[in-house]
């Protein structure tokens, strides 16, 4: 069955420039997605202050860590319909589609009640300090009462790119976007809602993308059509879709957990350090949004040709992958540390210590993010070959298990408790989990190609 003029063929032609193609409207996708959030930043923070930074800002890692566990299960969904197109299973592709939007609605309910409920005891809990407190509430009770429509856009995306499909999702969030901007300055300036109009502007933008979204797996003419009525959760498919995206929740989550860990300790040297570390967070957020585009590739690419049995383009993938992940990281930090100040003071407008508190971590951390593509890719080419424990295992170890570790003995000498050596966890973390991700892809490589061989 044909999957639609707009899908790259995965497991035949030329693989580079197919990668590009598919990577750029991911990488676009996923800067308006960031935008999001930076959009609430520059509008509260021109209009508001920095305080109300700081206020969303330091919501970001415990808010990560809630919905990237669900979102983990987006994986599972992408790798379990890529596999059954490369393998030519339009009833498992169909079946899979079917099961994705009650999994949505169980996951979004679940979501909604922990986040509304605990968001302000999980913020106390990271020491956010009492100025911030009431409007950090207020936003991230807000962003849980419309999480749904966000796990209802990841899901039914993950759909569409394991298809081939990258374009459609970036018009989506395209038009989300620019109304996410409008909304934003009309709920802040016109109705003075401070952090709470700039929630509420996300939210209703990210139901309008998942409407989008929905309505075009609705329209399409093969086996990813998706029929409201005749949704339903099927055994298999589900517990695919659990088998490889659970693990990815969970080593998201921890990862959370480890950022979480490291938010309460920035926490502890203020709100100035805390406004200028949401700021240059949000701003190394975008080379970290385009390294994950050549995850993404990593994880469709090798699952396509997996289920194809084509392991000698499986071996290309990463290749390709890895070296365009590094070169992209590379150059938007040269851009990005470049412009620091003036980017950093488009967040922030009455606080130039909090802006120098931005600039030490976009130089101990946005300059060295290349580093990140080596362990987001080999993490992306694992979980497209079927994998799910070992690369939350070793995400585990590498990156939470380290990065503890160095908080509690390195972090906590009175010499070392400083910025600059908190945020040097990061990059250390990134190159030990790549390395051992690496040797893990490796081995299963080798492992599943001699058995197709044989077979």
Not at 30 to 56: K, P
Not at 62 to 86: E, K, P, R, W
Not at 116 to 134: N, R, Y
């Amino acid at each position: 069955m044909k999957y639609g003029n707009r899908n790259i063929n995965m497991v035949q032609g030329p693989l580079f420039t197919s990668i590009i193609r598919y990577t750029l409207p991911i990488i676009a996708t996923g800067l308006l997605q960031l935008l999001f959030n930076a959009a609430d930043l520059v509008v509260v923070g021109q209009f508001c202050g920095s305080i109300s930074v700081a206020a969303v800002g330091t919501t970001a890692s415990i808010t990560s860590l809630m919905i990237n566990f669900f979102i983990g299960l987006s994986v599972g969904v992408g790798v379990a319909v890529a596999q059954a197109i490369g393998a030519k299973e339009d009833t498992q592709v169909y079946r899979t589609v079917h099961t994705v939007l009650p999994l949505v609605l169980i996951c979004g309910g679940v979501l909604t009640v922990l986040g509304f409920a605990g968001s302000q005891q999980f913020l106390i809990w990271m020491g956010t300090p009492d100025d911030v407190l009431p409007l950090s509430t207020v936003y991230m009770q807000i962003i849980f009462g419309g999480v749904t429509f966000s796990l209802a856009y990841n899901f039914l995306a993950a759909i569409l790119r394991a298809a081939g499909d990258t374009k459609s999702p970036l018009i989506f969030l395209t038009i989300a976007g620019v109304a996410n901007v409008v909304l934003n300055v009309i709920f802040v300036t016109l109705f003075h809602m401070n952090v709470a109009g700039v929630a509420l502007a996300t939210v209703l933008s990210q139901a309008l993308s998942a409407v989008l979204t929905l309505r075009a797996l609705m329209r399409r003419t093969d086996a990813c059509q998706l029929r409201i009525s005749e949704s339903r959760i099927y055994a298999a498919p589900l517990k695919r879709i659990v088998q490889i995206g659970l693990p990815a929740g969970i080593q998201s989550s921890l990862f959370s957990i480890s950022n979480v860990l490291i938010q309460s300790s920035i926490n502890s040297f203020g709100a100035v350090v805390m406004s200028g570390n949401a700021a240059a967070q949000n701003i190394d957020g975008f080379i970290g949004t385009a390294i994950n585009g050549f995850h993404q590739a990593a994880v469709n690419f090798t699952g396509q040709n997996v289920g194809a049995k084509q392991y000698d383009r499986v071996r290309k993938v990463l290749g390709i992958c890895l070296g365009c992940g590094v070169v992209t990281g590379m150059l938007l930090s040269a851009v990005i540390y470049a412009f620091g100040p003036q980017l950093l003071s488009i967040y922030i407008n009455d606080s130039a210590e909090a802006i120098t508190y931005g600039m030490i971590r976009l130089t101990y951390l946005g300059l060295p993010y290349c580093c990140c593509a080596l362990m987001d890719v080999s993490t992306g080419a694992l979980r497209g070959m079927g994998a799910s424990a070992a690369p939350m295992l070793i995400s585990v170890l590498g990156i939470c298990g380290f990065r503890v570790v160095w908080i509690y003995t390195i972090f906590s000498i009175p010499a070392f408790h400083t910025l600059p050596v908190l945020y040097i966890s990061y990059v250390v973390s990134w190159l030990v989990t790549a390395a051992a991700e690496l040797i893990a892809f490796v081995l299963l490589y080798r492992k599943q190609r001699r058995a197709v061989l044989r077979g």
